[in-house]
């Protein structure tokens, strides 16, 4: 069956874990909220967008790059 099709939710990935450009280390996505009912060009209450940031266990990874066969480069990446 068809979507519901007056409202669309999106998820986008603003970045990757572990490259963290802003010098946050945390996990981010970013949920886009489309009500294709109003003009999405004119009317501001068309979409709505939240922002998200995820913790996990920054340790943990670091230590499991380090006791893989990965190089450790992509140790030092998470803790940028």
Do not use: M
């Amino acid at each position: 069956t068809d979507p519901d099709p007056i409202n669309y939710r999106h998820a986008i990935c603003p970045g990757s874990v572990g490259r963290p450009q802003d010098g946050d280390w945390r996990a981010s996505y970013l949920l886009i909220d489309l009500d294709t009912g109003r003009d999405l060009h004119k009317d501001p209450a068309a979409f709505r967008t939240e922002f998200y940031r995820v913790p996990y266990d920054l340790d943990k990874a670091v230590k499991a790059i380090r006791h893989s066969e990965l190089s450790v480069f992509y140790g030092g990446c998470l803790i940028i």
